[in-house]
């Protein structure tokens, strides 16, 4: 089969698997639903190897950089300043686009790239006739905190310039992350702004179960791990509070997860023996996923995604800083009926309320009770957008 449609998808990632996950669920369904698609992900992504890639998936590597305790950026390992850095990823990113010659860039997040690393690339590949989408979660962070953001990065501007659509994975229901943002109602009314749905997961590869799988448990992510310590210290101190909680439980920490809690942890649980496991990290989670009875998590949008698409009854403790994307995730979603969420200031945060909750998800509804249309529809959308080819858009003041 001659490929004859490229899609290239890129994704900054300076932090978490969030990013990367996404760009890969998309790529594949791409190169799944189209033979001759082929898709590029260029991706900052430090783990990016350790996924594997389906038949025309692949990636290339963007130098790492690293978000300081300050708020400032450094370079991951090159050791060179970071400016030369980003003229370093800027120049890769415009080879890859001009030996690829994608008729589809689908750029994750940041309109201009990392520090406008994208512009370059922008221009080149709207100038070679290229449609351009901005991709984009379905909750970004507090209105007032995304407004600041995009005003600070000229997201509009870009938006502008060279973006065809924008595509928000997720549902109004759930948030309208651009409202109140300044984005003209043309792109609304022309069909430009695009609501997909949630991206549906699938567990690839053998439908039985593992051994380790067979034992009914529940499943702890944190997705990254970056920030999760919270949430196992929670889940573990509740196994060590309660010796007849069950079902067992597996925690899987994530590559980001630091050294000196991963330790602590490791000890912990082996002091509760068969009652909690752990895993340092699994690049097919869904397999896991797909055995559990039930997830307890904080409420990624990838694990958001994965609790939609195996229809799991969840738990969920989000984190409220440095952003609010999960806490306004997670309670929209419980006030839809789709999850239960456990918030510190109004639950409390004692081992017997962690107990409590994981008692309860035996008996609680799981998603698809309440779900809404839609809702999961997310990769048919895109594929059946990248089908329609490119459109030619008005531009304001034509």
Not at 160 to 170: H, L, P
């Amino acid at each position: 089969m001659t490929i004859s449609r490229r899609a290239l998808l890129y994704s900054h990632d300076t932090f978490g698997l969030g990013h990367i996950r996404r760009s890969r669920t998309i790529a594949s369904a791409l190169a799944a639903a189209d033979p001759a698609t082929a898709a590029l992900i260029v991706t900052g992504s430090p783990i990016a190897g350790r996924f594997d890639f389906p038949d025309r998936v692949d990636h290339v590597r963007l130098p790492g950089v690293v978000k300081q305790p300050d708020g400032s950026y450094a370079t991951h390992n090159l050791g060179i300043p970071i400016e030369e850095t980003v003229r370093l990823r800027s120049a890769i990113l415009q080879a890859s686009e001009a030996a690829f010659r994608p008729d589809l860039v689908i750029v994750d997040k940041e309109a201009w790239g990392f520090r406008n690393e994208l512009a370059p690339t922008l221009a080149t590949a709207r100038a070679r006739g290229a449609r351009i989408v901005l991709g984009l979660r379905d909750v970004l962070d507090a209105p007032e905190a995304v407004r600041a953001e995009w005003e600070r990065k000229g997201h509009l501007e870009a938006i502008e310039r060279f973006y065809d659509e924008i595509w928000i994975y997720g549902l109004p229901e759930i948030c309208r992350p651009l409202e109140g943002l300044g984005l003209s109602p043309r792109w609304e009314r022309d069909g430009r702004l695009i609501y997909t749905g949630y991206l549906r997961r699938a567990a690839l590869g053998a439908d039985r179960p593992s051994r380790a799988q067979r034992e009914p448990y529940i499943l702890v992510t944190s997705g990254g791990g970056g920030d999760g310590a919270r949430l196992y210290d929670w889940v573990l101190s509740a196994y060590e509070s309660d010796p007849g909680l069950a079902p067992r439980a597996v925690l899987v920490y994530g590559p980001f997860l630091a050294q000196q809690h991963r330790a602590e942890f490791d000890r912990r649980a082996a002091a509760l023996g068969r009652r909690v496991s752990v895993l340092s990290f699994d690049s097919r989670l869904e397999r896991w996923m797909k055995h559990a009875q039930g997830v307890v998590s904080m409420c990624g949008y990838n694990t958001f995604c994965e609790i939609l698409s195996f229809d799991l009854p969840a738990v969920v403790a989000p984190r409220n800083a440095p952003r609010a994307e999960q806490l306004i995730r997670a309670s929209a979603a419980e006030r839809l009926g789709l999850l239960r969420m456990l918030y510190e200031p109004r639950d409390g945060s004692g081992p017997e309320v962690m107990a409590a909750a994981i008692r309860g998800l035996a008996g609680q509804p799981r998603p698809s009770r309440n779900a809404l249309p839609g809702m999961l529809g997310g990769l048919d959308i895109i594929t059946e957008r990248a089908r329609a080819g490119r459109r030619v858009w008005s531009r304001a003041g034509e």
